[in-house]
């Protein structure tokens, strides 16, 4: 079974349809009972990285999640909300990546929104995806190249789009609403 982490950021349906197409059952879920028992567990978000992480404190979800053995797959901010902190409302973030995610210059159009290319590809997470294929993004902050960093993009200079520590991956691209290679990411990851 998958958790779906329940935390109020973002529209989660999409996520859970791709899931169906794949013939996966999944929970959208707060308790932790469920969320520790998981196979594998995905911290989605879109939205304010402020309200988000007192979502996560009022719940007790932000001293869960850190203690998680499981394959875990943040995406978008949920990827963010892995580092130290964040520039977005100078927030502390969960401290399993370290790192600080930051916003994008004034030089490029914020938020980037659409598709872009994913390269430098590493771990059985990009397996079956290729050098260059476009995932769907949607954000004005991100996470700069890191020792964790296991793939990147573009805009602005490059920056982490994927990310590994542990059982910890992140991805700041919409899986779900990036065609078939996001599709390809979701079966790697519930392969793992």
């Not at 399993?96 to 590809?121: A, E, H, Y």
Request: net charge negative.
């Amino acid at each position: 079974m998958v958790a779906i982490i329940d935390y109020d950021a973002g529209n989660v349906r999409s996520l859970q349809f791709a899931l169906e197409r794949l013939g996966v059952e999944s929970v959208l879920t707060a308790d932790p009972q469920v969320i520790k028992v998981a196979e594998k567990v995905i911290f989605p978000g879109q939205g304010a990285a402020g309200s988000a992480m007192e979502k996560l404190q009022q719940t007790g979800l932000d001293q869960l999640i850190p203690t998680l053995q499981q394959p875990v797959l943040g995406i978008c901010l949920g990827m963010q909300l892995l580092c130290d902190a964040t520039e977005e409302w100078d927030v502390k973030g969960l401290g399993i990546v370290s790192g600080k995610v930051i916003r994008f210059s004034d030089q490029v159009k914020v938020p980037q929104m659409g598709w872009n290319t994913i390269s430098k590809l590493q771990t059985t997470l990009f397996n079956g995806i290729k050098e260059e294929d476009f995932m769907y993004l949607v954000h004005s902050y991100y996470v700069p190249l890191l020792p964790e960093t296991i793939a990147q993009s573009d805009y602005d200079g490059a920056y982490s789009v994927a990310l590994q520590k542990d059982n910890f991956y992140g991805v700041q691209f919409h899986p779900e609403k990036s065609s078939t290679a996001g599709s390809q990411l979701l079966q790697n990851f519930l392969a793992l």
